[in-house]
């Protein structure tokens, strides 16, 4: 439901994260169930590495970022005061044919004017081409209806913006045909459960949509600890969930997703400006560090106008994906509202006491949130690569290639004797790997002619291959107790001393 049109290199990325173990649709032999994913060996790796370097790169390696790992369900007052109860809603929209659900901002309509006058409407869900699909689709109805006269560009308007009398006129995405769509509701995003035995008003509690209260909520509890002073951060890694309407483009919109947030403190009269700009240049270095393409980086700026009352500004840090180009990381200033809501509603002082200056105040924050299935996705598509390389035989074929920085590479080192059926390599090969294995993930394997078994690890995004052959055990003496090194992405084969090889891979792995 809802997906967007055929994207070849999307479709590519998929059927590799299936086929090689990195994400999976949770439940597969249950029929799936939409928004909901599984990574299976690769991905599960792939993500660990990603959420420890952002961990040791946010918290232990600063001074001024200390951890937290909240609850999942917190008191349901939390969310009353942060206001999500009131106002974490999608305008969603009913198709009664299809009995499809939509966002509303998702579906795109225009009139179809010719000759200055409406004669009908078309429409699409979003997508990278939508004026262009919605143009195309105008023009196929005034030629499907023999409609004389000049056909108008299209004028693009999402659903929220149609008026009382367009709604039964517009064409369902789901059937195409007009009078099915329902007027647009606010749907309430947060999943609810029950707390203990009883199952009624008292007892609904909510599965948290967002990491970011935990740190507001604990912010007393961490300060009292003494250990931080202003500025400061609270940073967390944990499981969200959202009842999204339109979960789609893989894992990008999930219902169950995990986030990396940091609640970053500052004095009320600190430069707001300065620290916001400081964690939009901290967050994009970081993302080039793990192997996101900085080419298909680029900043949002949320205009004035659409930011919340409290909200002092926002920037996005948007990613091309093949589907087109969405948020991955947002860097909000959001001035003292959630600690002040949180004082309001719990009747606990959030206030601040600055030792040098004797002054007290509700502390401000510059918050930089995103999801790690989000980083996850743009790594594996900046990763994604074809080359040409020689075959056994020397005939050039498409090699598909995941090119991962190493420090993200969900195996770091493959390790290969060069025939299964001399026990002496197999012996050495298994000495090599035991010497490697308690310092980076190691994988050993033997089956199949050698340069499947390298074609295998590209496709791994393993970024180091070592193989142990006859030279190895001294059949050349001069080459005794040395392997191969091939490295992944220039598919150089070097011969490196087994003495060497463990600080060599560290090196170039951290
Ligand atoms: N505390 C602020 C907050 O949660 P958000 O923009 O709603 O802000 C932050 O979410 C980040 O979490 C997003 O930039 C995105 O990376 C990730 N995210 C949000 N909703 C998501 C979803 N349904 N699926 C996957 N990731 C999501």
């Not at 789901?174 to 008292?202: K, Q």
């Not at 190691?442 to 390298?454: H, K, N, P, T, V």
């Not at 001294?474 to 060497?500: A, H, W, Y």
């Amino acid at each position: 439901m809802a997906e967007p049109k055929e994207n070849p290199l999307m479709e590519k990325i998929v059927s590799l994260c299936k086929r090689r173990g990195f994400i999976f649709q949770s439940s597969e032999i249950y029929g799936g169930i939409n928004g909901f994913w599984d990574y299976g060996p690769l991905g599960a790796e792939l993500k660990k590495n990603i959420r420890d370097c952002w961990w040791n790169d946010m918290v232990r390696r600063r001074d001024d970022v200390v951890g937290l790992e909240s609850s999942i369900i917190m008191h349901p007052k939390v969310w009353e005061a942060s206001g999500h109860v009131g106002g974490f809603t999608d305008p969603m929209v009913d198709c009664k044919t299809s009995k499809q659900r939509f966002r509303a901002d998702q579906i795109f309509f225009s009139s179809v004017v010719v000759d200055g006058k409406t004669v009908d409407y078309v429409s699409v869900l979003e997508s990278e081409r939508t004026a262009e699909e919605l143009q195309e689709k105008a023009e196929t109805l005034k030629r499907r209806k023999a409609i004389q006269g000049k056909l108008d560009p299209v004028r693009p308007r999402d659903f929220t913006e149609a008026r009382p009398e367009e709604i039964p006129l517009v064409p369902s995405p789901a059937t195409g045909e007009p009078g099915s769509l329902m007027p647009p509701r606010a749907f309430n995003m947060m999943f609810e459960t029950y707390v203990g035995a009883l199952r009624d008003e008292s007892a609904i509690a909510y599965l948290r949509p967002e990491t970011a209260q935990g740190m507001f909520v604990d912010f007393k509890a961490i300060l009292d600890t003494g250990r931080v002073r202003i500025p400061f951060g609270i940073a967390q890694i944990g499981k969200s969930f959202r009842n999204e309407i339109t979960p789609r483009n893989f894992t990008f919109r999930s219902r169950e997703f995990e986030q990396m947030e940091m609640e970053y403190f500052i004095s009320d009269q600190d430069d707001w400006e300065k620290w916001h700009r400081y964690w939009i240049d901290w967050c994009r270095e970081w993302l080039v560090s793990v192997g996101v393409a900085v080419a298909h980086l680029s900043e949002y700026n949320h205009p004035r106008e659409k930011l919340a009352f409290y909200s002092k500004g926002t920037t996005d840090i948007m990613f091309r994906y093949p589907f087109g180009e969405q948020e991955l990381w947002g860097i909000a200033a959001r001035g003292d509202y959630d600690l002040s809501q949180h004082a309001k509603f719990s009747g606990t002082s959030m206030i601040y006491f600055d030792e040098a200056t004797k002054r007290r105040y509700i502390p401000h924050v510059i918050e930089p949130a995103v999801g790690v299935d989000r980083i996850a996705l743009a790594i594996l598509c900046s990763a994604y690569n074809e080359d040409q390389a020689p075959d056994e035989k020397g005939n050039l074929e498409t090699r598909v290639v995941m090119r991962f920085h190493p420090r993200i590479a969900p195996v770091k080192v493959a390790v290969f004797p060069l025939l299964k059926n001399k026990p002496e390599l197999v012996q050495k090969a298994k000495e090599v790997r035991d010497l490697l294995r308690p310092h980076m993930t190691a994988f050993y394997d033997e089956a199949g002619a050698i340069g499947r078994r390298y074609r295998r690890q590209d496709e791994a995004g393993t970024p180091f291959g070592v193989t142990i052959d006859f030279d190895t055990l001294g059949e050349k003496p001069e080459l005794k107790d040395t392997v191969t090194l091939r490295d992944r992405d220039t598919m150089k084969q070097d011969r490196v001393g087994i003495s060497d090889l463990l600080p060599l891979l560290l090196q170039k792995i951290r």
